[in-house]
Structure formats: C-alpha cells, structure tokens
C-alpha cells in the first residue's frame, strides 16, 4: 500500500495547516516578492531566498519556509518579465523565453506573451506540485529503513553528483563541496567537545551561522555584478493589449505545455540541474516536434509557453530529492535547506516523519503559490514594466543594506556582518574564477549530517568501515557516487571522445 492512513492524516494535515489565514497570507506575500525578484534583469530567486532568511527566525517553521517556497515559484515566472519586454531574463530560467518572447512584444503582443507565459507556468507549477504531493510520501516512506549507514552514503551521493554536474568541471565542483564540508567542522567537535577552526574566537565556537554564510555567497557577489553591469533600457512603453490567451490557442498549445512539464519535472530530479537546463531542453523538443520549425524565433506562443512551463515544473521536481532524500534539486532548493536548519530541522530522508507537519504544509504551499502566481501575475504583470526600469546603481545598495540587516539581525552580532562580507568576496572570488557556490552550500548543509552518520557507523561497526559494505542501499549509492565522479573525469571524457571518433 503506497499511501498508508498516517501519510494521508499527514497530507491532510499539511493542508489543514496551509489554510490557516497567517499561512496564506505569507504564501501571498512570498509569492508577490517572488514576481519582483524574477523581474528584476540579475537578481535570483536563490539570492532572495538566501536574504530573507532570517525574516522567517519569528515565524514558525512551517510558515517561513512556506513564503521561501512560494519566493521560488513567484521567480520562476517573473523572470519571464524582463525578458519579453527589455530582452534581458530576469532569471537563468527565462533565457529561452527571450528568443520568441521579444519578438512577440515587438509586434505589439507584450500582453499576449506574458499571458502565455503565465498560463503555461501556472499549468507546469500545478503539475509540479501535484506530482511533489504524489511522489514525495512514497519516497519518504523508503526513507524511513534508512540508518547511519544509509544516511552517510546519502551524504556522500548529493556532495559528489552536484559537484560533478556543475560548470563542466568536476574538480571545481567536488573542491567548492569540500571547502563547505571544512567550513561545516568549525566550532565544538560533537564528539570530543572540543574547539576545532576557531582561532581562539569565541563567536566561531557554535559555529559558522549558516544564514550569514549563505547571504555573504549569494548577495554580495550579485550586488556587485549589478554595480557594474550597463543599464538596460525598454523599448516597450506600456502593455495594453489582452493578456490571456483564447480557450482555442490555449488547447493548441496544451500538449506542448504538458510534455515540457514532464521535462521539467524529470530535470528537476536530477540534482546540480534547474530551470536554466530545463528550458533549453523544453525549448529543443518542442521545435524537433513542430512542423514549423523555421517560424522559431519570430515570435510564437509554443515557443514561450515550452521554457516557461517547464522552469516552473523544476520547482516541485527539485523539491522531490530535496524533501524525500535530504538531496537538493537545485541551488535555490539547497539554500531552502538551510531554511529548515535555521528552524533547528534537519534535512535528511528522516524529514517526511519526523517534521511531517512542516514538510506537508511546505508541499501545499508550492501548489497554493501556483495560484498566488497566476492572481497576482495578472494583476502585477501590466505594472511590470516600471519593476524592469529600477536602475542596477540603486538596486544594488539596496541588497548591500538588507544583507547587512540580515546578517545582524540574526545574534546582534557585528562579528556576523563582518563574516557576512567575507563570505560575500570569496563567492565574487569564486566567481571570477567559475568555481560554482553550490556545491559549497550542499557542503555546509551535509557536513554535520556525514559526520555524525560517520561517527555513528563506525561506533556500530566497531570502527571497521566494512561496516559500509553490509548494507545494500549503502554499497548502491557509494558506487553511484564514484561513478558520478568517474564520468565527468578528464579520461572518462577522452576515451569517450575516442570512442565516438573510432
């Protein structure tokens, strides 16, 4: 029996809990802030989330990671924005948006795009959320047989696949992971209970505040990218014509928005991917399945309404592995991980029991914030344009203040601010270098995870690490894990390469 009468008491609990008032008030509010992050060219729905993290320290936990949640799904489409109208995506996800979107608004049908990619976000979102709702309790119900063993292998397999599926170099990625896993061992060792990394500084004795760190990664690099970037300016003055499209087109279009939800979702899966990969991948199938190919580009709605149903069906996919497992999907989903350690939970494939009542409420918030989305999308998307016209000069001392405020706001601490600044130049370092922030986050997140399961596998196996080779599941993901590393080796890709050629 996959739904057992404690999983659905806990859907419907989840649910219960969801309609409370201050819920959806919070969901509306996520939602709305998401719409404004998605459309401003160069800021991230990851950064956001990052920023308003310690908003959530007085709510409760359910509460806060409900609005982050909903902050996701509001970017996702926002990012859509800025690129039919100025030609710029507001977010990575909307950069195949641009090619059919802009020429649409060019002829006068600014309206008409944003509605169609409103509608097939909506459409992607719900599909997400339902098949998060489906999949997550039978994955998290697996969950429950796994131990220390299991738990320190699950560790291992999120550290090595997000770091071999980022930026095409696996030695940059599985580095950045392990820079976050040193970073995670400052403070009182949980066994000894002795200082390890301190320095003699009695602030780094609990440990590097893992909101600090992730928004010094996140926004202070992105503060100073916008700083010096050129401003854009829109050539479209106002959105006048309809915005949603007729029942006819929209029936047209349906099979493509619902073979580009499945992409998204399936893309979602896979952990270190995201909307960015899902919307080129939707974008190629539906022109290798239209019999009008060379009418890409010029502005057709399939061509919007693929890449934006399928960004917004990654939201409930990445959230699957996330939930379920304790593996986030995607960066901004790592960084709600940190959301629910902030609350004193621990991501891990324990989630789905012990705080059911938060993981439940955080599933119908996703599916709730579809619907936020697509009310208050109608009503803020004609507003839009003046979003898209906030200079990047004011923008970014804006996000430099609220980091500081955040980062105090957190122990009322100016030793925070000053740890959050420098987490802030070693992400623009990282950058500048392309060593890709991600990995490190999962590394922060994971390490106190791996090492207390270490430690207790150990302790179980009398300190013999064939203690690792007794349980099937364990040996199952460590191999995946060295095999997530071999692929993306130097000689993996040569003899492939040579393979392909002979």
Known sequence: MLFTPAIVNNILGGLHNLLHISNILVVLLGTLIGLFVGAMPGL??????????????????????????????????????????????????????????????????????????????????????????????????????????????????????IGSLTDKSVIKGLLSGVVGLLISTVGMDMISGTARFTFGILNLYSGVPFTVALIGLFSIPQAIRLSMQDEASSSISSVKDRMLPPIKELLRMMPTILRSSVIGIFVGLVPGTGGDTACWFAYNETKRFSKHKELFGTGIPEAIAAPESANNAVVGGALIPTISLGIPGSSATAVLMGGLMVHGIMPGPTLMTQYANVTYTLIWAV?????????????????????????????????????????FAINNSMFDVLLMFGFGLLGYFMDMIKMPTAPMVLGLILGSLVESSLYQSLAIGHGSAAIFLSSPIAVVLLVLSALSILQATPLFNFLRKKRKTA
């Open 44 to 161: 991230s729905a990851t950064m956001a989330i990052a920023l308003l993290l310690p908003l959530t320290f007085g709510l409760d936990p359910a509460t806060g990671i409900s609005m982050l949640a909903a902050l996701y799904m509001g970017a996702m489409y926002g990012g859509s924005i800025s690129a039919i109208l100025i030609k710029t995506p507001g977010t990575p996800s909307a950069a195949a948006t641009v090619l059919d979107g802009y020429p649409m608004a060019q002829k006068g049908q600014a309206g008409r795009a944003l509605g169609i990619s409103l509608v097939a976000s909506t459409i992607g979102g719900i599909i997400s959320g339902f098949a998060l709702l489906l999949v997550a309790p039978i994955l998290g119900n697996i969950a429950l047989e796994f131990g220390p063993v299991e738990l320190f292998a699950v560790g291992v397999f999120g550290m090595t696949i």
């Open 367 to 407: 599916i709730f914030s579809v619907i936020a989305m697509f009310v208050l999308g109608l009503l803020f998307t004609r507003a839009s344009i003046f979003v898209t016209r906030i200079k990047n000069k004011v923008l970014a001392p804006i996000i430099v203040i609220l980091c500081v405020i955040g980062a």
